[in-house]
DNA sequence: ACGCTTCCCTAACAAGTGTTTGGTAGGTTA
DNA sequence: TAACCTACCAAACACTTGTTAGGGAAGCGT
């Protein structure tokens, strides 16, 4: 007797995408673990026992969310890497697509925050680990090359610095609010200018 | 009938102490509402019960360890702030001392960037809102000083320059360890020469 | 020897958890 | 009309959760 067939893999996407969209925002608001399925079903208008029709646990809804969001950035990321820009418009470029990134996907960005470090440790969400390597390989190269062609400074410590650029960048999911005062473009501006040359003036 | 008297008020906060590091890391390592009473029993050496002789709930534990923190971080903040120092050396002082506080409560500043957001809410937690808004006070105060006296930029959106300072020091917290290669004030170091000139090299 | 305090254990509790099972109203297809 | 699929509900399940009540062993003062 085969196994009740469930839409999750094949059928029309439409009810999915806004069930975990209303998930993600549940999450990201109360956190995974303090957010019951019975909290979910409540912001959708149904009962904890229907989200199972969707999906077959609350687990593999935090793992689509993830994966999608994931997906989405790599994209973005990707088509900023392979453009072969100098060091300098590359890192222009990655952390306004950060900024977009986040516009678009608040929600997700936030839980991956307070999130993923406890998720890497099982294997299910090994996918966490391997896009934090490429992560880390995509912005510390760029920052190499940066230091290389003698436009970034060479006597700060390359880790610290990569962890400070990304750290900065992706905190701001946790206050950023889409429809604020300022465009995702226009934050990344004003955090490039921060970045690159300080908030010190210069003599 | 009196209720048995407990010894959180009165005691000797020996052991007590020793309990509140050990769930501090508990909760900071795997999240408050994902770590259970018998996990930070089981990593005292005791059971889930014996907990309830020293405290009297599991949310109490979390309310002393962050007040413990809030309460030795302002103690060095408020130092610093009297010393009336010039913006930048004020701006100096408050990196260092901060990085310091991470060195030294790493736990408890790893919980309270995870909790703080959702537990604000509640009214047992509203001496973090208060602690928020002197925060708040002193760095923006500090950065609009250093404005006036042409020693920042006027160029930036200030309240976006405060969470950049903010955030890029704080969240420090999730991968700082202790007895790592950096000392905190090395870190401090580094870190103030980036916020304040830049990663980009200077024409 | 006695009482008292400190600190922990054993055993259970009620509430809340994620999940499953069977059912059903409404629409679509044959 | 009959068969079927979609999307949900109603009710329960086994388990985990924070917490409590009663007890007991060890140490100390008297």
Redesign the interface.
Known sequence: MPTKKKPQVTAAPARRRELLDTAAEVFA???Y??TTVRKIADHAGMLAGSLYYHFDSKESMLEEILRTFLDELWAGYDTVLDAELDP?ETLEALVTESFREIDRHRAAVAIYQ??S??LVAQERFGFLAESQRRFEKAWLSTLERGVAA????AD??MR??Y???R??VW??A??YRPGGQ?SPEE?AR??L??????????E
């Open positions: 608001e109360q956190g673990n303090a300098r307070k999130e470090k406890q003698r436009v970034f400074r700060l410590d610290l610095t962890r400070f650029v750290d900065t905190v701001a946790s206050w300022h934050i004003q955090y200018s921060m970045v690159l040359d300080g908030i010190a003036v210069r």
